[in-house]
């Protein structure tokens, strides 16, 4: 069954009611996107991870309101209209969106991804490759970390390149668990993830038990006062710097450890951060991310 796409460009005051009003009159969904998205006039809403954003909306916005069929978003406008929410309808564009398989098309978005041949994150839609490698099955869900994203890519590559069996690891701010999953299945133990959000402890622990894989996961005060032969946390500069003791806490004497979530940028300024507690330094680098590694002190 196709659609009806309506488009109504707003001023940075109107987005949001004007977004209520359109569910309200019928819409089954209402997006908001830069109305000069894409050309030189595009406005940057969203800053550097760790930074706060220029700006919390655009000055110029479009609306892409989804309806069930034309009648449906005419009688929607004209309501509107009435209403005096909208001048006129001279700016104001229909489209036919024809139907089709979301979640094929949502699905299709993640492909298994391979780390160094070592490691393999496969989502459930998939079958996993024919290897001797290590298959994690993980789907994209609320908490992050998915294989995809350089950080967490950056830090899959150190545990795989490090003999991991039978020693502990701690993955703080752990999302969704894919690296406390993978060091479990590189021999790790007892492994441990905590995070802030109780959302992304959930999602750790059902990951864990569809991966069949034993680990501890659970809020920051689940680690208590115990030291782990490796830390490993992707989060942001920011946060990374404001735990640098509470992290190098956690580590025991000469163990190793991994962060990511940091701008090329910021690598100095984290490695100074951490200059008391380890002996940081740029393991490896990819899309102007990078990961710090190294020995604790003492």
């Not at 999602?203 to 115990?226: K, M, W």
């Not at 002996?279 to 002190?297: F, Y």
């Amino acid at each position: 069954m196709p659609y009806r796409e309506v488009t109504i460009p707003v001023g940075e005051e109107q987005a949001d009611a004007l977004s209520d009003a359109l569910l309200e009159l019928g819409a089954l969904s209402v997006s908001v996107e830069d109305r000069y998205g894409d050309s030189a006039q595009e406005q940057a809403l969203y800053g550097e991870p760790g930074l706060p954003p220029p700006a919390s909306a655009w000055q110029q916005s479009l609306l892409r309101a989804l309806f069930a069929d034309e009648p449906q978003a005419d009688a929607a406008l004209a309501a509107l209209l009435a209403a005096g929410a909208l001048p006129d309808l001279r700016d104001v564009h229909q489209t036919t969106v024809a139907d089709q398989d979301w979640v094929r098309l949502t699905q299709a978005q993640f492909q298994p991804v391979s780390i160094d041949d070592a490691l393999w994150i496969v989502p459930s839609w998939h079958e996993p490759p024919a290897t001797a490698a290590p298959v994690i099955r993980l789907d994209p869900g609320l908490a992050f970390g998915t294989g995809t994203h350089p950080t967490t890519r950056l830090c899959l590559q150190w545990l795989a390149r490090h003999a991991l069996h039978g020693r502990s690891v701690l993955d703080y701010g752990c999302g969704s668990g894919i690296l406390a999953i993978a060091a479990a299945k590189f021999g790790a133990t007892p492994v441990v993830a905590v995070d802030i959000d109780p959302d992304a402890v959930q999602a750790t622990a059902a990951n864990a038990r569809a991966n069949a894989v034993t680990l501890h996961a659970g809020l920051p005060d689940q680690a208590g006062n115990t030291r782990f032969d490796v830390v490993v946390a992707n989060i942001l500069s920011a946060p990374l710097k404001l735990l640098a003791p509470a992290l190098a806490a956690h580590v025991k004497p000469a163990g190793q450890l991994v962060l990511s979530g940091i701008l090329q940028r910021q690598a100095d300024d984290l490695i100074d951060a951490y200059a008391p507690y380890a002996a940081l330094h740029v393991d490896q680098a990819l899309d102007g991310w990078v990961c710090l590694a190294g020995p604790t002190r003492g």
